[in-house]
């Protein structure tokens, strides 16, 4: 099973984030970087690995398991393996320490990784929860039933690959989760405080009349809009932006889709994008800063195919 895992195939690239260890794998056996002999080591350690997952799992009386158990004992030294490996951010520096550190090395310090990984996401959905409280929708509260899970249900040795959390909340510009385990879910739950803090650059009570104008478009109630809500937000003050306004407000006219309209139609979406990282309200907060200009080439985008079809307005809650 080990050697499937390792020699099966060839990697797209980029390296897959999701499957990242079994990647650069992949890849090393592909292009001959990592020797014949060190990936017999290592498809030696990962058997060896899984192998004392199962012999803990049922408590010594044996190492054999259902298939569905070895593949999440798998799954889980993978996750573990991922998480060390994923932290050096550079590819060659994760192929190296694949090729010279010991698997039992890089596994104890991808769990302590993962351990530390979790609280911190905990931590950080609270506190994303606590921010957006006073403006969330009832597909942000469905979260909440996740987060319970992945408190009281969530095994970081056996099971690491179940989070228990299904990432349905969009996030800011479409931004997608391409990892898989705790890293992934502390990825998101990062992403969900960073847009509570940019919630918190407005008045609470004008994102309040926004919803309740917007879902009016949509007949429906205010908690049941589906978009994102920092999206819907930034989008609304970056079109004032465009338009010389210069505060934070949220309010959006008739007169001011039509002047976007006209001005920057056949604008490309990559300068309408910079155009917008210039327009941006930016938080004095760093990281919550460079998460907003990250999304926007994608509001570019999208801002760009509507100016296209002549239908800004429809995005937009007009007053």
């Known amino acids: ?151 009281t249900q969530y095994d970081a040795r056996f099971r690491a690959a179940d989070t228990k959390v299904a990432f349905t909340y969009p996030l800011l510009g479409n931004m997608q989760i391409p990892e898989r385990g705790v890293v992934g879910v502390h990825r998101y739950y990062t992403a969900l405080l960073l847009e509570g803090r940019l919630l918190q650059m407005y008045d609470t009570q004008a994102i309040r009349q926004l919803m309740q104008d917007y879902a009016a478009l949509f007949r429906t109630a205010p908690d049941m809009i589906a978009e994102n809500l920092a999206e819907l937000v930034l989008r609304h003050s970056l079109l004032r932006r465009l338009c010389g306004r210069v505060d934070n407000g949220l309010g959006v006219t008739q007169e001011m889709t039509d002047s976007v309209q006209a001005k920057y139609a056949g604008v490309p979406a990559d300068v309408l994008a910079e155009i917008l990282c210039g327009k941006l309200l930016l938080p004095e907060d760093p990281d919550t800063a460079d998460y907003c200009r990250a999304a926007m080439p994608a509001l570019a985008e999208m801002l760009h195919r509507r100016i296209g079809l002549g239908r800004v307005g429809g995005w937009f809650a007009v007053s």
Request: charged letters at 30%.
């Open 1 to 151: 099973m080990a050697q499937e895992i390792i020699l099966a195939g060839r990697p797209a690239e980029p390296l897959s984030r999701a499957d990242y260890t079994l990647a650069l794998l992949k890849r090393a056996a592909a292009e001959q970087t990592i020797p014949d002999s060190r990936l017999e080591e290592i498809k030696a350690a990962l058997h060896n690995a899984a192998g004392e997952r199962a012999a803990a799992y049922t408590k010594g009386r044996s190492t054999t398991v259902t298939r569905k158990q070895a593949e999440a004992f798998y799954a889980s030294v993978f996750c573990q393996l991922d998480a060390v490996l994923l932290e050096l951010h550079d590819d060659q520096l994760a192929e190296d320490a694949l090729r010279t550190r010991p698997l039992a090395e890089l596994l104890d310090a991808g769990m302590l990784l993962t351990l530390q990984r979790y609280e911190e996401a905990k931590d950080r959905f609270r506190q994303a929860y606590k921010l957006t409280a006073p403006v969330q929708t009832s597909f942000f509260h469905a979260l909440l039933r996740d987060f319970e899970k992945f408190c």
